[in-house]
T-cell receptor, first 115, second 111 residues
């Protein structure tokens, strides 16, 4: 089946540094990918829609200068958390849809801890 | 704004019992998804419901969709401990592909 790979699965960084998370579609091309954020014991909240070759579309309340999204190819989207702070600590999950299938597939998730 | 609500938020049930999780949503949608999430893990797709009246079953889980009532149910039959997890429904309005998730139901099946 379609697979979405996310890397790294876990990262710890210091306050003020930037962290890049990668999301790859392994056996299909994805013109659109999605980034979600999940706080402990809460649901997933859509942060932004990543569009190949164009700017990402951010949901209301999400700082685009803080969460930089780049979708440079049909199989790769990256999310960079810039100048990270402890409140950015969360579980980040990407998803992509295989155009030939109905459902979206999710990456393994990245647990970000900012200390 | 699309709202997706699940109830209950937490469910503790004994092995062998039956129960239903409800997912209500606020705007028209013909696509609804159910996912399972284990602690510290990402989402596992359970069901894709694409039309009014759709019913799907896999093992001890059965999902249904009533688009007129804007309601989906996830029914658990004869629960076993391995079903302990958090279950999310998600709604896809139109064909935008982006999902709005429900609040989640944490299921704990006790021996």
């Amino acid at each position: 089946g379609a697979v979405v790979s996310q890397h790294p699965s876990r990262v710890i960084c210091k306050s003020g540094t930037s962290v890049k998370i990668e999301c790859r579609s392994l056996d299909f091309q994805a013109t659109t990918m999605f980034w979600y954020r999940q706080f402990p014991k809460q649901s997933l909240m859509l942060m932004a829609t990543s569009n190949e070759g164009s700017k990402a579309t951010y949901e209301q309340g999400v700082e685009k200068d803080k969460f930089l999204i780049n979708h440079a190819s049909l199989t790769l989207s990256t999310l960079t958390v810039t100048s990270a702070h402890p409140e950015d600590s969360s579980f980040y999950i990407c998803s992509a849809r295989d155009p030939g299938r109905t459902e979206a597939f999710f990456g393994q998730g990245t647990r970000l801890t900012v200390v | 704004e699309l709202k997706v609500e699940q109830n209950p938020l937490f469910l503790s049930m004994q092995e062998g019992k039956n129960y239903t999780i409800y997912c209500n949503y606020s705007t028209t949608s013909d696509r609804l998804y159910w996912y399972r999430q284990d602690p510290g893990k990402s989402l596992e797709s359970l069901f894709v419901l694409l039309s009014n009246g759709a019913v799907k079953q896999e093992g001890r889980l059965m999902a249904s969709l009533d688009t007129k009532a804007r309601l989906s149910t996830l029914h658990i039959t004869a629960a076993v401990h391995d079903l302990s997890a958090t279950y999310f429904c998600a709604v896809e309005p139109g064909t935008a592909s982006k999902l709005t998730f429900g609040t989640g139901t944490r299921l704990q099946v006790t021996l």
